[in-house]
């Protein structure tokens, strides 16, 4: 059981309050459904990990735990177990009391990339649409935010977000919601929204900016980032089946697309702040995450292209206001 | 408009929680729907109210606040304006800061008469089901309850309760939900249940008592007020349109057919802790309740009976556990 | 599967029209819950019947099917097996094809008792509330109904009604719904609604005879049919966990009561037609419904009382218009 | 108040029946939000339009119905009129009577062109998404089909409809649906789908296409008709506000572009049959619909291009199986 109390707290006596007319309810749905034999088994793992409250915490430069005491050989082994049986590991790095959680990506660049363009997230309330582990939820923290939600309807993302948090000191900055922007009602309340990695995976792309937009109070920021391709107005790729892999790809657009595509939601003031071909040091494979990683989605004999033919994955993000 | 975000803080940690699945959504359609003129200016007259910090402060002999310095000739004439605003008062009396709000019903004798027979509410969570201006919430309080939750659906008498809120300093041990009992999820979850002046005007007392019920923890204790007729088991007077000019009023059962209908229901160790007729000083005409009263209600000849020729008034206070 | 798409074919350009906006997602829930093995066994039944138009119908002194020409002895056998294995049989007789449908009830006796009495079915469209096997539909229909409508959430009790329509020839003048009263929307167009053994299962009377006024049209007749006690006005029986024998017998009313809840829901014109107590002969174990019957539910010292002491089952038959 | 009792009776016995779970429910609500003064007055005009049964009804190779007698003068005066006051008529023709209903689109020109290519539709059950004024329903009819349905969620469009339909004799074979495709369940049950028009109406093209896809049975035929332009895979215009003055037009898919598209979808055996520059002649102004039209959309100085310079209307018919 995972306990929503703490947010529903917070929300109660915030510009968030209209979500708590939908929320619990769903979530006690949700739950309902979600119990399971390998949600159990995540559920007990964060369970057995330690109560802890770091003597220093760096959220501003990485997500970094210490204590000025390292903590025992036995309690290093055990709670890296505990985080390993919460692998895959997609999004990271966090490093806990001198365990180095690797993930298959380094999020932390990504994050570094966009942090001089975006505005200032001092004191901000902020949403984090399609969080997965978390990561950059505590890295907003560390930026200022004063409360940062996350949504991703993945059980075990949850699970590796309350691990965490539990090993961050019970810090109540941060909040996951298993949910998707579809289930969300219009709060139209956020200050920052982060869409990060999602587009491309939405049948309706336009639908997704104008979720993302309902999200947004009247002079909010929108961060997207997104799968582009190079090309003119109006080309987006429509990949087959599969694209580097991945199924559910739909729509990848050309940046002047993407702008277009922004434009026509009604979002202003659209710039584009980094274009960056995904490298095989930032996405790859590691001890916790030990499946197919990006070096098996390229050609092997051309990283210029897709094991299906398409052009290697490059990303940018961009900014806008509601 | 009234703000239920502090309600919904307090029962986002408490046995109480499972009601956010649905009470959030209900009361943002009543706020919705009951806007109108009336409301408007009762909601008026408690913004208007002073925001006041009583020194002394006694829930327990009776719902009286004072400060060590009189309130100003102008002041008391102000506040005195505001709540006459907020009449018809029912159910007192109140006493602040030397104005004494003497409704029609001295319901602190009520209260006197059953206090010394129920369980301790040291500590406990109670529900007031038809609290009506919340007068015996803050007598549970004042009984050591830690959390009284009233539910009537009327909105003036939300209105008359927050503005007695408001004057004895913002208390949030005792809250009031616009709704009614039989829109409330089955909570299982409070310890003491009161149900006073509302079984003879519901269509189905089965119904009503099973709803009790379903509020109850484990444990529980039911206290239950309705008017009664002398009778055998088996007798319950449903009289015409009106019983003492009141409309809606259907089953008044005699004494052995309620603790029927409640061992039906499944209740145990049912006491009968008082019967009383009610009294021409208990409920009677005042200048905070001008229209007519029980000596209205009450043939003129013989004050045994009601104007339409039943049995005058007589009340039973029973106790049962869940 | 049973198929409803003849009854929503008939009320689509009738006064029941509106009821399409509710019964079909209703009906299509009821039966993805409603199928399991019993189910699909007596389902299983109905398939293998014959289908059969018979040479004589007479509904108007019983319900019987004839052919001219006498069934096989082969047939006779296979459709008696497949009647018994619907069993118990609780509401009867039905004369098949010179096979006798004996069921517990002889609920002609009790049609006999009531048909003088009541308004004139003729070209009616009528409502039987708790229908059970569908007995009366058929009288109705014999009676000149223009369409006879049963509702009865039980599923033995609709596959009853569908073998017996199918071995009358697949008559569509009657039709069964498996739907409580509660779930029907207010369709204030039944010229005639029939409630017969239904009221002292009800929590609620009073809801129940006000679910009955919200099915007759302006000036629709109500038959209402109810155990009841001997008694004054303002008595009503409630017996403890059973009834002779019965789970879940609520109010049992005096004749006077029973009229006054009736004035109090707004009924008009109402009289009592027929008081009877029931009689061994009319109530009873046969070979298509062999477990306990009436015999084994009365003090076997004394008929006048029940095994658990209470009086005999008597029955009044009420008549009032909306 | 149009009753659409008899498309309840249709369907209740065929393949749409599921649909009945949720249609009557939506048309109640629907008929409640829709009555203003405007649809009065169109329901009037229905309403004083004769009764009448066409000697000669011509849906083959128009839609045309004549009775070997004319009309009066001042019969033919008075349809006229009634008519016209259902204007704008935006597709047609229709020829009733010698009143000849000559609306902005020549749709009967794209019927032809698109006809040969198409499977018959011979006691076929086909849906047309975005029906208009139901021109096409009514062609489908004289194709052979046996029941056609349009849904559109105009009431103007309805209205048009049923004056269509009361002329045509009360025909029972088309019937126009008030809805939305995405209002309607997946009934996979249509043999023949018809989206013309629409596609580039929609936020999203991919959701038009499956929710096209739910409403073929399993070897259904898709007939979508859309705006296109040149060019290659991946290319999709999405022009700004407006296109040739219509608001609300979102992708604008090249041919190759609406094949991927289809592909993704899983339709299969997809062929585009026709591409056709839309013609002044096909397109214009007329006594029926008095409002600017295509001459009024185009570059005055160059009828290759849009008002807004986008390249001028060109549509393509793609015909796939489900």
């Known amino acids: 059981m995972i306990d929503f109390g703490n947010f529903y707290q917070i929300i109660a006596k915030n510009q968030l309050a209209p979500w708590l007319e939908t929320l619990p309810a769903q979530l006690s749905t949700w739950q309902k459904n979600t119990i399971d034999n390998r949600f159990n088994q995540w559920i007990n793992s964060i369970d057995h990990l330690p109560n802890i409250t770091p003597d220093v915490l760096d959220l501003l430069h990485s997500v970094t735990a210490k204590k000025h005491q390292p903590l025992s050989e036995g309690e290093t082994k055990r709670i890296t177990h505990l985080l390993m049986s919460l692998s895959p590991w997609r999004k990271g790095p966090f490093s806990l009391y001198d365990i180095f959680v690797d993930a298959e990506w380094r999020s932390d660049w990504k994050w570094q990339r966009l942090t001089p363009h975006i505005g200032s997230l001092e004191g901000k309330t902020v949403l984090d649409v399609g969080c997965n582990s978390g990561y950059h939820l505590w890295r907003m923290i560390g930026a200022g935010a004063k409360l940062a939600v996350g949504i991703d309807p993945m059980p075990l993302f949850l699970c590796q977000f309350e691990a965490i948090r539990k090993l961050l000191g019970n810090d109540q900055r941060a909040h996951f919601i298993p949910v998707g922007i579809e289930d969300m009602p219009k709060l139209n309340a956020f200050d920052t929204v982060f869409s990060m990695g999602v587009l491309y995976h939405r049948r309706s792309p336009l639908d997704h900016l104008y979720q993302l937009k309902d999200q947004l109070n009247h002079s909010g920021q929108l961060i997207l980032e997104t799968l582009v391709i190079d090309g003119e107005e109006h080309q987006a790729l429509m990949p087959g089946e ?75 993000v961009f900014i806008a206001n509601k």
Chains 1, 2, 3, 4 share one sequence.
């Open 242 to 316: 599969r694209y580097a892999q991945m199924r559910n790809v739909y729509f990848i657009p050309s940046i002047p697309t993407m702008v277009n595509w922004l434009t026509k939601c009604g979002f202003k003031n659209i710039t584009v702040v980094d274009i960056s071909k995904t490298t095989l040091e930032e996405q790859r494979k590691t001890d916790w995450m030990t499946s197919d990683s990006l070096i098996d989605f390229l050609d092997p004999n051309d990283h210029n292209k897709t094991v299906e033919g398409y052009s290697a994955p490059m990303r940018a």
